[in-house]
């Protein structure tokens, strides 16, 4: 087909989708929400999986924790953990000498306290005790000053290394290293500033946070011996189901829990809270897919129907361009054009607009940016293969139109 009689049936087409534009703009809002959606869960699905992966190198790596209680269900979705007092740093030195697959471990305790810094006063602020290890474990380091070091844990100083949003509401621009805080009514010398973590897996924000020596934190702050929690660093990834397996029959046994016993202590690998988060994000992505499906179908049968009424109100110039000696095929591609035209304005339409609101979205959710080549060019093959398939039974039909039979009526 010569280029000519391919601008004829662009011209004859777009003339035609005019009469009937409202019709045409409702065929192209289907295929533009399934181009839409495609693009929108396709970046997002690729953007969370890339956090996925940062969220667990920023837990540490191959992290056990063991919590003091249990989790337990309130509710659909509502997880809350159990108080309880057994677990101690006599655990902790246990777990490290009976299991040899842990490389390395630190006990915690976490309390919240009121903070305050001149005039300026912060409630519920979370301290945590923690042993000069810590930022190894949990890959979590002071970016300013120093950490706590063994020599503060052993003496019991009141040296504290504050996260990046306490310094921000707290300080301002002023340097906090050296100046005193008041944690609950005990002064604490600033000696460090941790670098900015964000948020961890369940959306706490990981930087509100001030950490304190152990030793000071039990017997200044809390007078107690049991702590918080233990995270357990395992010297390869295979071995921490093995080692996880390990801890709670070496605390069971060193608790006395009999045989049928609830235990007073939870072993979470963050990996199995990760796959849990992945999968409740598969199921979203499968959701956000069957949207665009639907999407796409209406659209399709948008252009079907839209086809077919363009074939009936178009039965004379049919017939007239037959008797002039176009072919069955110059009739067939001039409809399969005018539904790819509707079908290619939804989709192009569907990817601008999805690559815009994916970059805007994950800017505002703060997630890091992906743009999945691969979701646009499914969903961009997407719109126009619906435009094809929704031409194909309207371009038959209109081939079926005798001219003699049309001229006659």
């Known amino acids: 087909m010569d280029l000519r009689r391919i601008l004829l049936n662009l011209k004859i087409a777009r003339r035609s989708l005019a009469q009937f534009k409202w ?7 289907g295929v533009f929400f399934g181009t839409f959606s495609l693009i929108i869960v396709s970046n997002l699905s690729g953007s969370l999986a890339v956090k996925t992966e940062q969220e667990i190198d920023s837990l540490g790596k191959n992290l056990l ?14 997880p809350l953990m159990s108080q309880a007092t057994n677990l101690t740093p006599e655990d902790a030195r246990a777990i490290r000498d009976s299991i040899p697959a842990v490389a390395d471990l630190s006990a915690a305790g976490y309390r919240t306290f ?24 949990r890959n979590f380091r002071a970016r300013e000053g120093s950490f706590i070091s063994e020599q503060d844990n052993l003496d019991r100083n009141k040296v504290a290394v504050l996260g990046r949003t306490v310094v921000e509401k707290l300080f301002g621009d002023e340097d906090p290293i050296g100046k005193y805080i008041l944690i609950w ?13 964000g948020s961890d897996v369940s959306g706490a924000d990981q930087d509100n946070q001030i950490f304190v020596p152990l030793q000071t934190f ?34 069971r046994k060193r608790h006395k829990t009999g045989p049928g016993q609830s235990d007073d202590f939870a072993v979470i690998d963050m990996k199995d809270v990760l796959a849990l988060k992945a999968q409740a994000m598969d199921l979203i992505t499968v959701l956000g897919r069957i949207a665009a499906a639907v999407s796409f179908i209406i659209g399709g049968l948008g252009i079907l129907s839209i086809m077919i009424l363009i074939v009936n109100e178009r039965k004379l110039e049919i017939g007239i361009r037959r008797a002039v000696g176009s072919r069955k095929r110059d009739i067939v591609l001039q409809f399969l054009i005018e ?7 939804g ?20 997630y890091p940016f992906t743009l ?29 139109f005798e001219p003699v039979d049309i001229l006659r009526t």
């Open 339 to 345: 539904s790819s035209i509707i079908s290619l304005a």
């Open 65 to 78: 924790i063991v919590r003091s209680g249990i989790v337990r269900r309130v509710g659909a979705g509502t």
């Open 218 to 251: 039990l017997k200044v702050l809390v007078n107690k011996t049991n702590v918080s929690n233990i995270f357990v660093q395992v010297t390869r990834d295979e071995l921490i189901s093995p080692a996880k397996t390990d801890i709670e029959a070496l605390l």
């Open 347 to 366: 989709g192009m339409i569907g990817v601008l607009s999805g690559a815009l609101i994916s970059i805007i979205l994950l800017r505002v959710l703060r």
């Open 185 to 197: 009514r005990v002064p604490f010398q600033v000696i460090g500033v941790m670098e900015e973590k």
């Open 23 to 29: 019709r045409t703009a409702l065929a192209v809002l």
């Open 372 to 400: 999945s080549l691969a979701g646009l060019a499914i969903a961009f093959g997407a719109s126009v293969l619906v435009g094809i398939l929704a031409g194909i039974y309207p371009s038959k039909k209109a081939t079926q």
């Open 114 to 137: 009121p903070v305050r810094y001149g005039s300026v006063s912060l409630k519920g602020i979370l301290i945590g005790g923690v042993e000069p290890n810590f930022q190894d474990i």
